[in-house]
């Protein structure tokens, strides 16, 4: 007896997990899909068909986690280019209500644009969270007139 | 099959005598009872659920009635809402049935836009024919069913004068469109007539580019966004209803604003 009562549960987790998986499925399909492994980030911002933008359009910008949520993860701050000449957005990242967030320099082409708002793809917040904290040393501000290119995705909701 | 539930041990069938009233009783709330099955199959929707045909087909005349409710509401004469080029969104919002990496994009060299039902000139179209007549420029709303929008600035001929150009019979009732990306779409030839409904060819100024429909899709300010098919190859006038990518998995068919 004690048995068939542990079958029940099986089955009905089986159940459970069925329809869980196919939930999975469909809201991990859309939206910014990360670079494959091992790929370099230019590379894999180039499947993206990166599109010209002028970077005042990018300031004040939300930055959101490709997941059916949207969490806003920040806004950007500023465009830099950074002492190897790479393009990076300072995003004011975490936080809560506005308070105890940090500026963070995320590479573009880690970054995509969504619309009127930026995912960060290529990263977890996780390991956001141990981006160091951004300083302007060795880094030149992009000026705002300026066109760069930045990959697209499509909405992950 | 016998169910995994079922207790080792069935109680006597006398018990169910015994209990008849208590039984008949339990059955006039079978109702109810299918209500929350109904509604439980509703909410399990990331469930492979096959719905009975009988659910289906009346969602489905729902569904129809409400395409006929907005066909009549609709004013062709009526505009939408324009907006100043300081409004518009630089590069557009990407969407699609499928992510930006699988998008394909199309030759505009050797692209035809080819013609076909009741069209009395169906010879095809190439980009330089397109993009030599008239255009018109809207800066209009481009609304999502999915709850987003934006402002976007689009030019290209009126679908009615390219329609009126090859001689179509804009007495038909639709007007179907087949692209690239496999998204087949149909719209109504009161909204194909529609002074705001375009053959867009440009965006802010600049040719369209490939993630966005080069090198033509269509623009109607009167309809939800994914009545605006990209990347079209060909354009059907009928009185066959045509359906279109989402109208087959349940969507609204006229999908108006």
């Not at chain 2, 609304?143 to 004068?161: A, F, H, K, M, P």
Request: glycine fraction near 8%; charge should be positive; hydrophobic fraction near 40%.
């Amino acid at each position: 007896m004690r048995a068939k009562v542990g079958s029940r549960w099986i089955i009905a987790g089986v159940v459970l997990l069925a329809c869980g998986g196919a939930a999975h499925a469909q809201s991990m399909l859309p939206g910014g899909i990360p670079p494959p492994p091992g790929m370099s980030l230019p590379r894999s911002a180039a499947m993206r068909f990166p599109q010209p933008v002028q970077v005042s359009a990018l300031l004040h910008r939300d930055v959101l986690q490709p997941v059916p949520s949207q969490r806003v993860l920040g806004t950007v701050k500023s465009i830099v280019r950074n002492e190897s000449g790479a393009v990076e957005a300072v995003v004011e990242y975490g936080g809560f209500l506005g308070f105890g967030a940090r500026p963070i320099a995320v590479p573009i082409d880690a970054m995509v644009l969504l619309g009127r708002d930026m995912e960060i793809v290529a990263y977890s917040p996780r390991q956001l969270n141990h981006f160091p904290t951004f300083s302007a040393e060795g880094t030149m501000p992009v000026p705002s007139d300026t066109i760069i290119r930045v990959g697209l995705a499509k909405p992950s909701h | 099959m016998r169910s995994p539930f079922r207790p080792d041990d069935l109680p006597e069938k006398a018990v169910l005598d015994d209990h008849r009233p208590l039984i008949r009783g339990l059955e006039r709330r079978g109702l109810f009872r299918g209500g929350l099955s109904l509604g439980a199959l509703a909410i399990l929707t990331g469930c492979d659920v096959r719905q009975p045909e009988a659910v289906q087909s009346a969602l489905l005349s729902i569904s129809r009635f409400n395409d006929g409710v907005q066909a009549w509401l609709f004013d062709p004469n009526k505009l939408a809402p324009t907006y100043p080029a300081s409004r518009v969104l630089k590069p557009p919002k990407f969407n699609a049935y499928y992510n930006i990496n699988q998008v394909r994009p199309v030759n505009g060299a050797t692209w035809r836009l080819e013609l076909a039902g009741l069209i009395a000139d169906r010879r095809p179209w190439t980009v330089q024919e397109i993009d030599a007549l008239p255009q018109t420029t809207d800066i209009i709303k481009h609304i999502c069913v999915e709850g987003w929008s934006y402002i976007g600035e689009w030019s290209g001929v009126r679908l009615s004068t390219f329609l009126r150009r090859v001689g179509a019979d804009t007495r038909a009732k639709y007007v179907a469109f087949h692209t690239a990306d496999d998204y087949p779409s149909s719209i109504d030839m009161a909204s194909a007539l529609h002074p705001q409904t375009i053959l867009a060819v440009r965006y802010a100024g600049e040719t369209i580019a490939d993630p966005f429909g080069y090198p033509l899709r269509l623009r109607t300010s009167t309809k939800l966004g994914y009545k605006n098919p990209k990347w079209i190859t060909a354009i059907e006038v009928t009185n066959t209803y045509p359906g279109g990518y989402w109208e087959s998995r349940g969507f609204s068919w006229f999908g108006g604003l």
